[in-house]
């Protein structure tokens, strides 16, 4: 256990289908990531979340919609995606500017049929 | 523009053997520098980084990075692998003056062979 938890572990869902992930983190870090990483292509940062401000969207869908309540808590509302959304996303939570490293959880392997 | 790149996607040794891992990055100032373990089906591992101050850094389960200015290099080494060392490696980098977004090389993948 990392003190990032990200659930559930494994979510399969079909096109029309709206659902959510979660991840946690009680290392008191203020900024929170997601990440996506697919097959053959390198570690995509899809969000950035300082203090629960988003600081950073790297021109993702907008079937991908992130939620921060707060610094603690952040969570990704997929809908309608597509079978290319196939992927593990992985959250990832730092102190200020994550010079530090990163703290990551184990992910979500999501299968979108 | 990539910032990081790392040659060789998969890399074979035998246990016992000099693990190298290698990875460049394109700044021109030097960046912090990262590496992370994965093992299947496992979120990412810091293994060490390289912040300030002494170039060469020591990580965890034996492994140690020289950061190398004058080559932009940040090469991963293990004197002697173990059949536990097989898993994907990631180099990395915040580059300076950046919001702190952590930037990903393609990743290298570690066969060991008994």
């Known amino acids: 256990e990392t003190g990032v938890t990200q659930t559930p572990r494994h979510l399969v869902m079909g096109m029309t289908n709206k659902k959510s992930l979660k991840c946690e983190q009680h290392l008191g870090h203020n900024a929170m990531y997601w990440y996506k990483q697919s097959a053959k292509k390198p570690l995509e940062l899809m969000f950035v979340y300082n203090f629960k401000e988003q600081t950073e969207n790297n021109s993702v869908p907008s079937r991908f919609s992130p939620e921060c309540p707060n610094s603690s808590h952040l969570f990704l509302h997929l809908h309608t995606l597509q079978p290319e959304d196939s992927a593990l996303y992985l959250c990832a939570s730092s102190q200020d500017r994550g010079i530090g490293g990163y703290t990551f959880g184990s992910g979500t392997r999501l299968t979108v049929v | 523009a990539q910032s990081v790149t790392q040659l060789g996607s998969h890399v074979s040794v035998s246990e016992g053997a000099l693990v190298l891992l290698r990875c460049n990055y394109s700044?021109?100032?030097?960046?912090?520098l990262f590496w992370y373990v994965q093992y299947p089906n496992q979120g990412l591992q810091l293994l060490l980084k390289?912040?300030?101050?002494?170039?060469l850094v020591k990580g965890i389960n034996g492994f140690e990075a020289e950061f190398k200015k004058s080559e932009t290099s940040f090469h991963l080494t293990k004197p002697s692998a173990h059949m536990s060392d097989a898993a994907e490696y990631f180099c990395a980098v915040i580059l300076s003056g950046n919001t702190g977004k952590l930037i990903f090389g393609q990743g290298t993948t570690l066969q060991v062979k008994p």
């Open positions: 390289y912040t300030t101050g002494a170039t």
């Open positions: 700044s021109s100032v030097p960046p912090y």
